[in-house]
């Protein structure tokens, strides 16, 4: 007998990787790094395609996963990508250079999630994409709320945290911070949230005009 295929393994193999995005995703594997699944890179890839998005950001670069996927919206997105670990950093470099992005379109910054964030400009970007650093994404999301423009998304990965956080019987920390995150935007006027059951959860939250 064969085992029904769920509809959530179908449509994350529905979504189909480049060679290169498959080459970082063994690299990530390799180091022990975990990269979005494809359905969260082709949701993200379609946020940046209907925004026409110019400037995006994402923290945590991880080996270029979701870099590549974001870049892939359209041809012209400049994406900013932060990290903070200098091994994930290097490797990342090898996918960013094997799928030929030119320089004009990509700032990949080493360096502390916060401390950089806190340099970026007020209202100048369209998609921030907060992956990484977990025991900071409330501070993440006040500086995500500043730098991104009217119309523009926060897009938060893992935000079911290992299907954990819709099980009330869950209280350990990590699951209590995405707990915490869903009621705060929820509960907000100024985001249109969406919470999508695709990867490990997806929070993508609009700020209004």
Not at 14 to 33: C, D, T
Not at 97 to 122: F, H, Q, T
Not at 155 to 181: G, K, L
Request: proline share 3%; no cysteine; hydrophobic share 45%.
């Amino acid at each position: 007998m064969v085992d029904k295929i769920s509809s959530w393994k179908f449509s994350e193999d529905f979504a189909q990787e480049s060679e290169v995005i498959l080459r970082a995703r063994a690299r990530a594997a390799e180091l022990g790094i975990e990269s979005i699944t494809p359905s969260v890179g082709a949701q993200l890839a379609l946020l940046v395609s209907i925004a026409q998005a110019k400037s995006v950001v994402e923290v945590g670069t991880g080996a270029g996963v979701s870099g590549l996927w974001l870049l892939s919206g359209n041809d012209h997105v400049v994406l900013a990508s932060i990290e903070s670990d200098i091994d994930a950093h290097n490797i990342a470099k090898v996918a960013f250079s094997e799928a030929n992005v030119p320089a004009s379109r990509l700032r990949l910054i080493n360096g502390k999630s916060l401390e950089v964030m806190a340099n970026l400009a007020d209202a100048a970007y369209d998609l921030v994409l907060l992956d990484a650093d977990l025991a900071t994404l409330p501070e993440q999301i006040h500086e995500a709320s500043r730098v991104l423009r009217p119309g523009g998304v926060i897009a938060i990965s893992h935000a079911m945290w290992r299907d954990r956080v819709p099980d009330p019987a869950m209280r350990d920390d990590n699951t209590s911070v995405y707990r915490d995150v869903l009621r705060r935007f929820s509960e907000s006027s100024d985001f249109v949230v969406s919470l999508l059951p695709i990867g490990d959860g997806l929070l993508l939250a609009s700020r209004r005009g």
